[in-house]
């Protein structure tokens, strides 16, 4: 079964650093390309960050660039998110999502996401 | 940046047919996914590449996408199908290479 488990989410404060975990089983990890999505509470999704299946190729969107850095351990089937000087409005539950295979560009497994709370 | 616009609310009687647009500058030139979320869930993929359907997806659910308006329709709808419905695009296909969009969001309810 193809399984994408989020966590590392917590309180922190604001400027303060965290780093979530995305642990995959299922499926072979190394060929897939992974995203980050975020979804305040009762709000929409937010696509964050996306990284190629090897590591090469990363994207971010603009509300977090600079601040946040995705990276990945193909050895540990393994996706990371490292957010540094977190704001409020950073607040969410956070998703790690495959990418489709290939050129093909929907999100097609998604983990149950990890609650990150930004609060003095 | 490129924004998607959808309906917040649909409301739809069991047996009878939701649409639910989705509304960006030249949408109808890219591929156009749609996700489902339950309360308290993850989203999951209902349609793909503006009408494909996942392996499990009912027949129900059909998609189209021409010029500015995408559209998810869910036919004969039941009373599980209540739940947030967001669209989806790859802005590549937009000039907006390596961003990845969603719609706003339409909260399905089910009278």
């Known amino acids: 079964e193809v399984q994408l488990v989020d966590s590392g989410g917590g309180v922190v404060q604001p400027g303060g650093s965290l780093r979530l975990s995305c642990t995959a089983s299922?499926?072979?990890?190394?060929?897939?390309?992974m995203h980050w999505v975020r979804q305040v509470p009762g709000k929409g999704l937010e696509w964050v960050s996306l990284?190629?299946?090897?590591?090469?190729?990363?994207y971010y969107a603009d509300s977090v660039k600079g601040r946040f850095t995705i990276s990945r351990d193909n050895s540990k089937n393994s996706l990371y998110l490292q957010m540094d000087s977190l704001r409020r409005e950073d607040s969410a539950l956070y998703y790690c999502?495959?990418?489709?295979?290939?050129?093909?560009?929907?999100?097609?497994?998604w983990g149950q996401g990890t609650l990150v709370t930004v609060s003095s | 940046s490129y924004v998607l616009t959808q309906p917040p609310s649909v409301s739809v009687a069991p047996g009878q047919t939701a649409k639910i647009s989705c509304e960006g500058k030249?949408?109808?030139?890219?591929?156009v996914h749609w996700y489902q979320q339950r309360p308290g869930q993850a989203p999951m993929l209902v349609v793909y590449?503006?009408?494909g359907r996942p392996s499990g997806i009912p027949e129900r659910f059909s998609g189209s996408n021409s010029g500015n308006t995408a559209t998810l329709t869910i036919s004969r709808v039941e009373g599980g199908d209540e739940a947030d419905y967001y669209c989806?695009?790859?802005?590549?296909?937009?000039?907006?290479?390596?961003?990845?969009?969603f719609g706003t969001g339409t909260k399905v309810t089910v009278l």
């Open positions: 999502s495959r990418k489709a295979r290939g050129v093909d560009n929907w999100f097609d497994t």
């Open positions: 299922g499926f072979r990890f190394d060929e897939y390309a």
């Open positions: 990284i190629s299946a090897d590591g090469t190729n990363i």
């Open positions: 030249n949408i109808g030139s890219t591929s």
């Open positions: 590449d503006d009408s």
């Open positions: 989806q695009v790859w802005g590549g296909g937009l000039g907006h290479p390596g961003v990845y969009v």
